[in-house]
């Protein structure tokens, strides 16, 4: 193409969207209850996983999550759950979550890192639907689909009973 000018990449990187992201893990136990953690920063339960380091890939960050929080190294499987959040007040970028299936784990190999965890809970997905935030449940019901099917599952965030975005 004679003639077109090209925008520098560091134009173009620049003008494109950002977001956050971080990744969990879908851990159960043999009789299929799902593990949930107690985090000491936040009033509701989370499924194991964290926010990725720079330049981190998802599977990765969740490997690396699940052993700083529960002392296990843990093969992360097929990806789960995709969800998008979109920005709110206070967090000026949308939030994407990777969630991957990471088998069975029996409760005796786990070591809780306390720095940040309070506790940790196998549970059933009934009860796990009351104890995560609202904007997380969607992801429990996903990841359980998505372990049966075989098939991942993108969960565009949900709008609050109220209307806002969570």
């Known amino acids: 193409m004679v003639g077109r000018e090209w925008v520098p990449p560091e134009i173009w990187y620049a003008s494109l969207s950002t977001a956050y992201a971080s990744t969990g893990g879908w851990i159960t136990n043999a009789s299929g209850q799902i593990l949930l953690v107690k985090p000491n920063y936040r009033p509701f339960w989370l499924f194991p996983g964290g926010a990725l380091d720079a330049g981190e890939f998802p599977h ?3 490997a690396r999550e699940i052993h700083e929080e529960l002392g296990v190294d843990l093969e992360v499987g097929s990806l789960l759950v995709v969800d998008w959040v979109p920005a709110r007040d206070d967090r000026p970028r949308p ?9 069975v784990l029996d409760e005796d190999r786990i070591s809780l890192q306390h720095d940040e965890l309070d506790e940790y809970r196998f549970v059933s997905v009934e009860d796990g639907l009351t104890m995560v935030d609202q904007a997380a449940a969607p992801r429990l019901t996903a990841a359980l689909r ?3 099917s075989g098939h991942a ?3 565009p965030a949900s709008v ?3 209307g806002t975005p969570p």
Do not use: I, K, S, T
């Not at 939030?95 to 088998?103: E, Q, S, V």
């Open 153 to 155: 599952e993108y969960v």
């Open 146 to 148: 998505a372990r049966r």
């Open 60 to 62: 990765e960050g969740c």
């Open 95 to 103: 939030l994407m979550y990777f969630m991957f299936d990471c088998g």
């Open 160 to 162: 609050l009973d109220d």
